[in-house]
């Protein structure tokens, strides 16, 4: 099992920046992706961006795509998903998930793990 932590959400300004990050505890030795989705209350869970845990590429989601960075400390068994620009559009919770994978899954579904969700609400 892997446990998820999210934390670093809250109520921003439109062009306000966040850092989101999520603590993964447990056997994190079997995780392969860490990725980052976000979920508005009627719509579907969307990918936003996963990165391989140990080393390699990170790939975004066309709606963050040079807003957004992921990033992590493998030391501290920590990501991070840093949110810049951000405007009410990005308004949702967001989640981290852990996959087990040998591709980077971009669906809710290729991931196994999940964390309790964080908060992020951008509005004037």
């Known amino acids: 099992q892997v446990q998820l932590v999210e934390s670093g959400g809250g109520l921003v300004q439109p062009g306000d920046s966040l850092r989101l990050s999520c603590a993964a505890s447990?056997?994190?030795?079997?995780?392969?992706?860490m990725g980052w989705f976000r979920q508005d209350p009627g719509k579907e869970r969307e990918f936003v961006g996963a990165t391989w845990w140990n080393g390699g590429g990170t790939y975004y989601g066309d709606s963050v795509k040079g807003r957004f960075t992921i990033s992590k400390d493998s030391a501290k068994n920590t990501a991070y998903l840093q949110m810049n620009s951000l405007n009410p559009e990005d308004t949702a919770v967001y989640y981290c998930a852990a996959a087990q994978a040998l591709f980077v899954p971009r669906v809710p579904a290729g991931y196994k793990f999940w964390g309790q969700g964080t908060q992020v609400t951008v509005s004037s």
């Open positions: 447990g056997r994190t030795f079997t995780m392969s992706v």
